[in-house]
Nanobody, 124 residues
Framework: QVLLGESGGGLVQAGGSLRLSCEASGPTFSSYAMGWFRQAPGKEREFVAAISWRPGSTYYADSVKGRFTISRDVAKKTVDLQMNSLKPEDTAVYYC?????????????????WGQGTQVTVSS
């Protein structure tokens, strides 16, 4: 069983930065693929970024590539999402997710553990 908890959301002006953090509990976290997803009001949950259990393999949605960076600290059991040059369209609830089998994917249904989410609001 893996429990995930996100933090770091908030209100920021366009062009600003935020750093989200996801803290995981569970003995096998280090072998899980991890992802960040987001859901804006009235829209489906969408992929943002993912990282494999072996550091170095990262994946990003085209909409955030070059602005967001995902990283993980296996010892601390955390996965962070550094978000720079934020835009109003980045406003959403951001969710951390873990996948116990297989590598990182962009599909929500491949991830079997989810956090409660943290709100990110970018004002224009």
């Amino acid at each position: 069983q893996v429990l995930l908890g996100e933090s770091g959301g908030g209100l920021v002006q366009a062009g600003g930065s935020l750093r989200l953090s996801c803290e995981a509990s569970g003995p096998t976290f280090s072998s899980y693929a991890m992802g960040w997803f987001r859901q804006a009001p009235g829209k489906e949950r969408e992929f943002v970024a993912a990282i494999s259990w072996r550091p170095g393999s990262t994946y990003y949605a085209d909409s955030v590539k070059g602005r967001f960076t995902i990283s993980r600290d296996v010892a601390k059991k955390t996965v962070d999402l550094q978000m720079n040059s934020l835009k109003p369209e980045d406003t959403a609830v951001y969710y951390c997710a873990a996948r116990s089998r297989g590598g990182p994917t962009t599909n929500t249904y491949d991830y079997n553990y989810w956090g409660q989410g943290t709100q990110v609001t970018v004002s224009s």
